[in-house]
């Protein structure tokens, strides 16, 4: 099903609807509960912005449980049906899921998918669910991002550590610009391969506008050494960058994909004899970790991050724990050695 296309059902080609209804329909859905899915899959789309690949992991993720209640209980489920499933029946999906080997995040993350669809029929006064907001949602192991020392992720994101591969020497300053955005501006590696030519922070510009995750937007300031590697990638790039196409480009020509920068990611590991968990987006952690052991504010961190949750930007203080019992140390009074008694 085309997601992006279900913001506006009367550009849909009837073939494309019978397509997706039958998509639906082999998950055991009848036809009014079809409209209600594809009404919620525009919604998030147009009103809460959701990524692509979000939308098509909710799609999948209630598809798959919709294909659960058709075999459970053996007829087509239709609006009043889904709405008045029982506690007993979600946690016997989420038992099923788990056993075939899905990881307490994805469990979460249909939970969640779920949940949302069943809230977008209660505002439409489809009816009411309580059995959904029953259920306890699976418990996450939340672990510690895994940073790049600070001497690591120069190397990885200095034009010369790439230079010395056996790239040509424009893809290798394309790869090192790339990878100083990560480390040098704390950037997903898809907001990084987003930019656009007219958007480069060349030329004296320090400022940055990023297009992150729920296409909010935030202003980034990036520092001279980040700018210099971009600008020697531009210069030594040999295709006509249009202002308004990327500014990183592949091999030939097209956009560049995320999946080039982890494979040269992956080389460069083992030409530096790095750990496995360096990955581009552990030079983003390194970039929040190093900021923080300088003594860069949690919010502040936060917003450059792109964050929604402060909760999030506070996994780094057990990284940069250290730092914190330092500061205790010198701090706080109970914490100091007491002076000795001098002798009469």
């Known amino acids: 099903m085309q997601i992006g296309a279900m913001v506006k059902p009367a550009a849909r080609t009837e073939a494309q609807d019978t397509q997706a209804e039958q998509g639906l329909r082999f998950a055991g859905a009848s036809s009014d509960l079809v409209a209600c899915i594809q ?38 489920v239709n609006v009043a049906a889904f709405l008045g499933v029982s506690s007993g029946l979600i ?16 469990l979460l993350r249909s939970l969640a998918g779920i949940r949302s669809f069943v809230r977008h ?20 192991a939340r672990t510690l991002p895994k940073p790049i020392k600070a001497s690591a992720a120069r190397d990885l994101s200095n034009a010369q550590t790439h230079a010395e591969t056996d790239k040509e020497p424009w893809i290798a300053a394309r790869d090192a610009a790339v990878l100083s955005l ?26 940055l506008n990023v297009l992150g995750k729920g296409q909010k937007t935030r202003r980034l300031p990036i520092i001279e050494p980040v700018r210099r590697v971009i600008e020697s990638y531009i210069e030594l790039c040999p295709y006509d960058l249009a202002p308004d196409g990327p500014l990183f480009v592949g091999a030939k020509g097209g956009p560049l994909s995320p999946r080039i920068i982890q494979l040269a990611m992956q080389r460069l590991r083992g030409a530096l004899g790095l750990p496995s968990s360096a990955t581009p987006h552990a030079l ?21 991050l792109g964050h929604a949750s402060l909760s999030t930007t ?12 330092d500061a205790y140390a010198s701090a706080h009074p109970r914490a100091r050695t007491a002076p000795q008694k001098v002798a009469d």
Do not use: C, N
Not at 91 to 106: W, Y
Not at 182 to 207: C, F, N, V, W
């Open 182 to 207: 990560l480390y040098g501006a704390g950037l997903r590696i898809s907001e990084a391969t987003s930019i656009k030519r007219q958007d480069a922070p060349i030329d004296g510009q320090d400022m």
């Open 314 to 325: 506070q996994l780094y203080t057990g990284v940069d724990s250290q730092r914190l019992m």
């Open 39 to 76: 009404d919620w899959l525009a919604h998030l789309q147009a009103e809460r912005r959701l990524s692509k690949h979000t939308l098509e992991a909710y799609q999948r993720d209630l598809t798959q449980f919709l294909k659960f209640l058709a075999e459970e209980t053996r007829k087509p």
């Open 284 to 304: 983003r952690h390194s970039f929040a970790t190093h900021l923080l052991g300088r003594g860069g504010d949690l919010r502040t961190i936060q917003e450059l």
């Open 91 to 106: 946690r016997a999906f989420m038992a099923q899921r788990r056993l075939s080997g899905t990881e307490s995040r994805s």
């Open 121 to 140: 029929l209660e505002r439409a006064g489809k009816g009411q669910a309580s059995a959904f907001a029953a259920v306890k949602a699976p418990k996450i």
